[in-house]
């Protein structure tokens, strides 16, 4: 079983090389292929150095997170990223109070706008935390919100 | 490979174009327990999700078990006309995947 996991993991790296070979991807890009230690790391600071290289990051008001003040149903809390941040070459969201607190990485091709939505889990109530690379310096906001397990509103 | 899980919008404005998905997957965290036998439910998620616009990368996303069950993805690049394609496919970490295109406009 082992064997076949570690067999499916090269062909995706050489299919991954393949599309670098055809210049579908950027190598930047490449780089993040699935960062597994990231994803299963239990502190911030661990997923943080997996997924980005550096737990160093700088406030930044120039990242906006909209997520909502108090959500109902921690299973689908959605979440939006902007920033006016030049040249953003990745957005990360995070939750500090998850198991494992990496939820999505998304690298952006140079033409893609600095702004991406979606919907996270979250297991109790913590912050949302936007990483945002740009120019090689990672850049980050935080925002609170309130999960209400019991599902009786507040 | 799973068919169909994949529903996608584009809309153009100016050469913006803006692209909405949603896709049915369970996202399946690993953590939860099966009330019936107590065994823990072996996690099932998508890991690597790609959108390309006229074969160029515009997204790559790398997710984790954090992310909601059929998830939900929007966000906007430049440089579309109508006509133009964008694809966007997944894989999760059992080897499924998933793809698919629309036209632009």
């Given amino acids: ?154 | 490979m799973a068919k169909g899980t994949i529903k996608m919008k584009t809309s153009l404005n100016g050469n913006v174009c803006n692209v909405k998905a949603l896709i049915k997957h369970k996202m399946e965290t690993g953590q939860r327990k099966d009330a019936k036998t107590g065994k823990v439910i072996p996690a099932h998620f998508i890991q690597e999700l790609s959108c390309t616009h006229n074969g160029k990368s515009v997204l790559n996303a790398n997710w984790g078990t954090a992310v909601s069950a059929n998830p939900y993805l929007s966000f906007e690049f430049t440089g579309a006309k109508a006509g133009d394609k964008v694809v966007l496919s997944w894989t999760d970490n059992k080897g499924e995947s998933d793809s698919h295109e629309v036209t632009v406009g």
């Fill in chain 1, 1 to 154: 079983m082992k064997r076949r996991v570690f067999l499916k993991g090269t062909l995706a790296s050489s299919a991954v090389a393949v599309a670098v070979g055809a210049g579908i991807l950027n190598p930047r890009q490449v780089l993040a292929a699935w960062p597994k230690s990231a994803f299963e790391a239990k502190s911030m600071q661990e997923a943080l150095n997996g997924a980005l290289g550096s737990e160093l990051t700088e406030p930044s008001d120039a990242i906006q997170i909209k997520a909502p003040d108090i959500a109902e149903n921690g299973a689908v809390v959605p979440v939006t990223v902007s920033t006016s941040l030049s040249n953003a070459e990745s957005i990360s969201i995070l939750a500090d109070g998850n198991p494992t607190p990496l939820a999505a990485s998304f690298m952006l091709a140079a033409n893609t706008a600095g702004s991406v939505s979606t919907r996270i889990k979250m297991g109790k109530t913590s912050n949302v935390v936007a990483v945002v690379k740009s120019g090689g310096k990672l850049y980050s906001a935080r925002k609170e919100v309130k999960v209400t397990i019991g599902g009786c509103g507040g």
